[in-house]
């Protein structure tokens, strides 16, 4: 398996290297340096399994994070790190090197942003659409990417990732070293104890392509191969996910469909193959199925306001079935309708997020994604998340 994964990152390389140009290390000497950032609030009111309660209704602190962007001798860095005081835990968001070999191609060195699927997001709401919660939406890890533009209309994106972003604390405060623990912006495959499997993602190689048939319509393919390594086996299992997907602007509305297909077979302690993995982020680890086919789509409209600050409202539905490959368990559906409030700096989501057993849409966090709950409910949560970016 280590044999074929390495063959593979040679091939890669090698394909690399012919991609850069003769002019290769033509940079801009010009320098920048910019600090910004935000802070987020949520306003929530959750009807669950139980019935509601005067806790059912909240106003909490979301986020607030520290961004800096800057130039010198052509190199660029970008940094965001966040912090979640609701969840007790902070970490990085994404932070890498970047540098642009030439007009078409650009390199990146650091935490920065898996090219799968739709990029930057799948979804219109501050929820993020299903693939997010399975690590194929918005997924950060650790690693080097090239990104060509190889027509005007295709762009073709490689990456290799050796490991997962580094992490925060837990959510009970508990900090496990070696990239491997819950404290992550986007989900990663973790250690458990409860399912006895000391895996962590390892060598993983993602390759994109897109393609704009017009300035309104891009579909694209994209492929994630890897591995899930086990620590106590000392061995590894080959991890696998495909996307296809369209992205369709037609004036004010917004269509984005994709269709993803992932495979995260892994070995447990005792060599058995699992059906179940734990992934986790913001400080939380929850049971994943390790296969499914999940269906994306997602529909907004812009309308221009003049408001006093108000600017744009633009009003969206979002929706994924995560469609599990073991017929004995419960798939997982996530609707949000909202719309989204811009403002000058200000951004508002209004969501009324609805799921059937989606792990944070329920009295008993993180059931849902793994084997599910029969004749679940779908659970309801109206959430406004007003934030100032700056």
């Given at each position: 398996?280590?044999?074929?994964?390495?063959?593979?990152?040679?091939?890669?390389?090698?394909?690399?290297?012919?991609?850069?140009?003769?002019?290769?290390f033509?940079?801009?000497?010009?320098?920048?340096?910019?600090?910004?950032?935000?802070?987020?609030?949520?306003?929530?009111?959750?009807?669950?399994?139980?019935?509601?309660?005067p806790?059912?209704?909240?106003?909490?602190?979301?986020t607030?994070?520290?961004?800096?962007?800057?130039?010198?001798?052509?190199?660029?860095?970008?940094?965001?790190?966040?912090?979640?005081?609701t969840?007790?835990?902070?970490f990085?968001?994404?932070?890498?090197?970047?540098?642009?070999?030439?007009?078409?191609?650009?390199?990146?060195?650091?935490?920065?942003?898996?090219?799968?699927?739709?990029?930057?997001?799948?979804?219109?709401?501050?929820?993020?659409?299903?693939?997010?919660?399975?690590?194929?939406?918005?997924?950060?890890?650790?690693?080097?990417?090239?990104?060509?533009?190889?027509?005007?209309?295709?762009?073709?994106?490689?990456?290799?990732?050796?490991?997962?972003?580094?992490?925060?604390?837990?959510?009970?405060?508990?900090?496990?070293?070696?990239?491997?623990?819950?404290?992550?912006?986007?989900?990663?495959?973790?250690?458990?104890?409860?399912?006895?499997?000391?895996?962590?993602?390892?060598?993983?190689?993602?390759?994109?392509?897109?393609?704009?048939?017009?300035?309104?319509?891009?579909?694209?393919?994209?492929?994630?191969?890897g591995q899930?390594?086990?620590?106590?086996?000392?061995?590894?299992?080959?991890?696998?996910?495909?996307?296809?997907?369209?992205?369709?602007?037609?004036?004010?509305?917004?269509?984005k469909?994709?269709?993803?297909?992932?495979?995260?077979?892994?070995?447990?302690?005792?060599?058995?193959?699992?059906?179940?993995?734990?992934?986790?982020?913001?400080?939380?680890?929850?049971?994943?199925?390790?296969?499914?086919?999940?269906?994306?789509?997602?529909?907004?409209y812009?309308?221009?306001?003049?408001?006093?600050?108000?600017?744009?409202?633009?009003?969206?539905?979002?929706?994924?079935?995560?469609?599990?490959?073991?017929?004995?368990?419960?798939?997982?559906?996530?609707?949000?309708?909202?719309?989204?409030?811009?403002?000058?700096?200000?951004?508002?989501?209004?969501?009324?997020?609805?799921?059937?057993?989606?792990?944070?849409?329920?009295?008993?966090?993180?059931i849902?994604?793994?084997?599910?709950?029969?004749?679940?409910?779908?659970?309801?949560?109206?959430?406004?998340?007003?934030?100032?970016?700056?």
């Amino acid at each position: 398996m280590r044999h074929r994964v390495w063959s593979f990152i040679t091939v890669l390389t090698v394909g690399l290297v012919l991609m850069v140009p003769a002019n290769l290390f033509a940079g801009d000497s010009g320098n920048s340096l910019k600090v910004g950032g935000a802070i987020r609030y949520n306003i929530i009111h959750t009807n669950y399994e139980s019935d509601p309660t005067p806790l059912s209704t909240a106003f909490t602190w979301d986020t607030w994070r520290l961004n800096v962007d800057g130039s010198a001798a052509g190199i660029d860095l970008s940094f965001e790190y966040r912090f979640y005081p609701t969840f007790g835990t902070h970490f990085i968001q994404h932070g890498y090197l970047g540098y642009a070999f030439s007009d078409k191609l650009y390199g990146k060195l650091g935490v920065f942003q898996k090219p799968f699927g739709i990029t930057k997001y799948a979804s219109h709401s501050w929820w993020f659409q299903g693939g997010y919660y399975v690590g194929l939406e918005d997924d950060y890890d650790m690693g080097i990417g090239f990104f060509y533009e190889a027509t005007p209309s295709m762009h073709i994106n490689l990456a290799y990732y050796r490991q997962a972003e580094p992490e925060g604390p837990s959510y009970n405060g508990v900090v496990t070293f070696g990239n491997a623990g819950p404290g992550r912006y986007s989900y990663d495959v973790v250690p458990s104890p409860g399912n006895n499997a000391s895996l962590r993602e390892m060598n993983t190689v993602n390759a994109q392509v897109t393609y704009d048939l017009s300035k309104a319509l891009q579909v694209g393919i994209s492929g994630q191969f890897g591995q899930l390594y086990n620590s106590v086996l000392d061995d590894a299992s080959m991890a696998s996910a495909y996307a296809a997907h369209l992205v369709a602007n037609f004036g004010p509305l917004n269509l984005k469909t994709e269709f993803i297909n992932y495979d995260y077979t892994a070995q447990g302690d005792d060599g058995t193959d699992l059906d179940i993995v734990y992934m986790g982020a913001y400080g939380f680890p929850y049971p994943v199925a390790a296969r499914a086919n999940l269906y994306v789509a997602g529909l907004a409209y812009s309308i221009p306001v003049k408001m006093g600050p108000i600017s744009n409202i633009q009003a969206y539905v979002d929706y994924t079935l995560t469609d599990k490959a073991n017929s004995n368990y419960e798939d997982t559906a996530l609707l949000i309708p909202g719309f989204l409030v811009s403002a000058g700096k200000v951004y508002t989501y209004v969501d009324y997020a609805m799921g059937v057993n989606q792990p944070w849409l329920t009295d008993t966090f993180g059931i849902g994604l793994g084997q599910g709950v029969a004749n679940a409910k779908w659970n309801k949560r109206f959430n406004v998340n007003i934030g100032y970016y700056f």
